[in-house]
């Protein structure tokens, strides 16, 4: 059997101490493919391609089993905020 959604959590939880995580199992449960939306001090002054890289490099372990890996969002705290606050302008209008 592949990487549950739990390693996935609890590996990123661990190393990354995120702010906001989700972990969506993509592969219909064989645990071989998740999208991640992520938020972490750890990617303040980093560009996207870093940031990507500390997912993964935090997954390397799960990595191995994992087919596919989509990163939908890597955030700072303050890149998360500013994306509510205009979500909730957006919904308010």
């Known amino acids: 059997m592949g ?8 590996s990123l939880t661990s190393k990354l101490k995120p702010l906001h995580l989700e972990v969506t199992d993509t592969s219909g449960g064989c645990g071989a493919s998740f999208v991640i939306e992520i938020v972490s001090e750890q990617f ?6 870093e940031r990507h890289r500390i997912v993964n490099a935090a997954l390397e372990e799960e990595m ?3 087919h596919a890996l989509s990163i939908n969002k890597a955030l700072t705290p303050e890149q998360w905020k500013q994306q509510q606050e205009a979500e ?3 919904s308010d209008a």
């Open 3 to 10: 990487v549950t959604k739990e390693q996935v959590e609890s």
């Open 44 to 49: 303040e002054g980093k560009r996207l391609l």
């Open 64 to 66: 191995k089993q994992i």
């Open 88 to 90: 909730k302008s957006k």
